[in-house]
């Protein structure tokens, strides 16, 4: 049961992580729009760095508790319940995992598909 549930909560840390580095983005750039209202015309040239600074401290920063559950998780159940509950993780996990990346690969699929109608202009009053 431990095991199944271990993808699932990987990407629940993942998508928390990926929302709160998204909400420092728009932060940012709202900053630079408010301080340097030309960057909406073309005029000024907006600060790609600081972006790109936001984004590469985020994703290490959040990536920390994610990768403490994947290398942590084993060695507690292993410690704590012996191997036989080893033997019960680890397949839960990939099983569960792979369930959860077809899900994943379809559903991208699905919004890509969304995406390029919607730009084809279908969506249109």
Same mark, same amino acid.
């Given at each position: @049961?431990?095991?199944? @549930?271990? &993808?699932?909560?990987? *990407?629940?840390?993942?998508?928390? *992580?990926?929302?709160? %580095? %998204?909400? $420092?983005?728009?932060?940012? =750039?709202?900053?630079?729009?408010?301080?340097?209202?030309?960057?909406?015309?073309?005029?000024?040239?907006?600060?790609?760095?600081?972006? =790109?600074?936001?984004?590469? !401290?985020? *994703? /290490?920063?959040?990536? =920390?508790?994610?990768?403490?559950?994947?290398?942590? *998780? &084993?060695? +507690?159940? #292993?410690?704590?319940?012996?191997?036989?509950?080893?033997?019960?993780? +680890?397949? $839960?996990? /990939?099983?569960? $995992?792979? !369930?959860? %990346?077809?899900?994943?690969?379809?559903? #991208?699929?699905?919004?890509?598909? %969304?995406?390029?109608? =919607?730009?084809?202009?279908?969506?249109?009053?």
């Amino acid at each position: @049961m431990v095991g199944a @549930m271990l &993808p699932y909560l990987f *990407s629940a840390f993942t998508m928390k *992580s990926v929302g709160k %580095a %998204a909400l $420092g983005m728009v932060e940012e =750039i709202r900053r630079q729009i408010r301080e340097q209202p030309g960057i909406l015309t073309g005029e000024v040239e907006p600060d790609y760095k600081a972006c =790109i600074r936001i984004s590469t !401290q985020e *994703s /290490l920063k959040e990536m =920390i508790a994610p990768g403490c559950l994947v290398i942590f *998780s &084993p060695l +507690l159940i #292993g410690i704590a319940f012996g191997p036989k509950a080893i033997a019960g993780l +680890l397949p $839960g996990s /990939l099983i569960s $995992g792979v !369930q959860l %990346a077809i899900s994943a690969a379809n559903t #991208g699929g699905a919004w890509d598909n %969304a995406k390029k109608y =919607i730009e084809a202009g279908n969506m249109a009053d």
